[in-house]
């Protein structure tokens, strides 16, 4: 997947949201405030920063985006020294926010202050030397996942060939290999990680907090311990619901594999799951799929019988924001994006959506399958772009998502009305609605994606706040990751793990360093947002059967939503849109509720959990 959702926006994202872009070092003496500096200061302050951050912007994400697009040395040099230049003006643009602490500023400059103190997702240390060797660091960190390769079966594969084995392959022992091929990419990186952890952890402190975790946590309107908690108690409205999905797919890949392989009680292997890191299990489908199951349709075969491509796929999910009532994506769009792997060169598959000029040079960076997993990803990567463009209008710090979790469910909220099948029918994919017997095997197969993905969701930052606080050290980093692992997921790894793993580096978003507790909040909202925007459109059946493709009343409640950007505290935005103020994950068990009914029956007989 990259899958979708996790696909995420990377680089780009983290640069929109008010982050890295900068420039010249800022005016010190002459806005540099006294012991206690006025609220006309702090809003002097403000309107420099937010000129300066404008600015530098778009270099820093034509820089960006050149290296992702064509990775070499000269480009991986490029970004490096521009993000080195971005970091050091957004690090000392959050210090100096940071003496604004007592002013009685103005709400919103009130605001774009605390923005500006979070901004960067690793803030450097105010030293000379320290935010370039964080760029350096961090752009080598991404371009050895990037360009990963082991060898398998006597050649060299790739990532994408990877996840190709660990989707189709019913051999465990190939499985296997491939799983451990790739994870033998990222001991290498395990040195470089553990000084960028220090490194930012220095920076982090410097702005006053506690460490680069509580950092991350200070994001969404709440105190950082709030904020953990919210996540346990979402999760618990959802474990119950995982555990019955866990069991009945260990029984079946029992069935499949014999207790050799797959034993009936305790964890399940995790490449057994159809996904490099057992987040998305659609791909095991043919394997737990109900035995009655009859009318069930196959989302990869249809869009290729109905002589679907890259563009096309594109094109459809374009349409769908279209019959929304959102004007068309601009021009540029479709001449600048990487919607196909170019050949030749070395890219970032990892499919991400951009904002090159925080106004209309929106574009994807994707290599696009004709297969139901990219179908998805196109609208979620879309959701980025229309998401990015409605908020164009708002003031440079407002630009970005009420939270991340936000800028993360957008486009997942479109797709989940772009899979039902009522929606397919209607573009001309599917030819037949299927009848209630269809429920089942369309609920598991969604089941398989959004449910198995929220314990993984949850646990990456589980893992990297640990690291950040220091209570799990360098030494301990693979111990840690798969002891959460199994707590959250139930998984296990396919064989002992080498002394030197380092685990956690083969997945993008740890040596990318993108946060991951958006994806698991974002797997919340969808449903919300799904639940309300059904509401409102009168819908009266079950909610997975529910599509708004075609509403326009529900298309402009949420385009007002989208045209907030993070101006407001979330809970105002989710108000907005939803009539709702907390986040609630019983949109999640509503939505499943049929399915984990039928699972209970499933199960019976089985000792579930691990
Ligand atoms: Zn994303």
Partial sequence: MKKTTLLAAAAALALTGGFAIGQTPTPAPATAPAATPTPEEAKAFIDKAETDLAKLSEYVNKASWVRATNITEDTMWLEAKAGAEATTLATDLAVQAAKYDKTAADPVTRRKLDILKRALVLPAPQRPGAAEQMATIGSRLDSIYSTGKFEFKGKQITLNDAEDVLANSRDPAELKAAWEGWHSISPVMSADYAQLVDLANEGSRQLGYADTGALWRSGYDMGPDEFAAET???????????????????????????????????????????????????????????????????????????????????????????????APLPETFWTRSQIVRPEGREVVCHASAWDLDDADDIRIKMCTKVNAEDFYTVHHELGHNYYQRAYKGQPYLFKGGANDGFHEAIGDFVGLSALTPTYLNQVGILDKVPGTEGDTPFLLKMALDKIAFMPFGLMVDRWRWQVYDGSVKPADYNAAWWKLRTQYQGITPPGPRPANAFDPGAKYHVPANVPYTRYFLAHVYQFQFHRAACKQAGWKGPLHRCSVYGNKAVGAKFNKMLEMGQSKPWPDELEAFTGERRTDASAVTEYFAPLNKWLIAQNKGQKCGW
Wanted: glycine fraction near 8%.
């Fill in 232 to 326: 346990d108690r979402l999760w618990q409205q959802i474990a119950p619901f995982y555990k019955n999905l866990h069991c009945y797919v260990r029984t079946r890949l029992n069935a499949q594999y014999g207790d050799a392989v797959q034993p009936k009680t305790g964890p399940i292997r995790a490449d057994l799951l159809g996904n490099m890191w057992a987040q998305q299990w659609g791909n095991v489908y043919p394997i737990v799929a109900p035995k009655e199951d009859a009318s069930a349709y196959s989302l990869d075969k249809l869009l290729v019988e109905k002589g679907y491509d890259p563009v096309k796929m594109v094109k459809t999910g374009e349409n769908f924001y279209s019959s929304l009532g959102l």
